[in-house]
């Protein structure tokens, strides 16, 4: 498929092909992975060829292009697919929208 990013989610899948597509990406899965390389903000983002404003945007829940993704997913060292946010996470950020789960 040239280029394009299949993405199956709970309740929802589909083909991202266009640049000009924008999506939510999955911020608790992006800081996992920046957590686990042991990576500052900063040094993850010049890793992506991104500017930090750019991963701030991203970990604030604003959407993005295929770009961005492709280029977060290659610095992280992950499938595209992985970092795209899905409905789950999207209900269990507004469950818990602190991100504080029950201990």
Not at 2 to 30: C, D, E, F, P, Q
Not at 38 to 45: C, D, I, M, Q, T
Request: hydrophobic share 45%; aromatic share 2%.
């Amino acid at each position: 498929m040239g280029g394009a990013i299949v993405y199956r989610g709970s309740g929802h899948s589909g083909v991202w092909t266009g640049t000009a597509m924008r999506a939510r990406l999955n911020r608790k899965r992006i800081e996992e992975l920046r957590v686990r390389k042991a990576v500052l903000k900063a040094e993850l983002a010049e890793a992506a060829g991104i500017h930090v404003n750019t991963l701030s945007a991203v970990l604030r829940g604003e959407p993005v292009g295929v770009i961005v993704l492709r280029k977060l997913a290659g610095a992280l060292g992950v499938i595209p697919e992985e970092l795209i946010k899905n409905v789950v996470d999207d209900q269990s950020e507004r469950a818990d929208p602190a991100g504080v789960g029950a201990a």
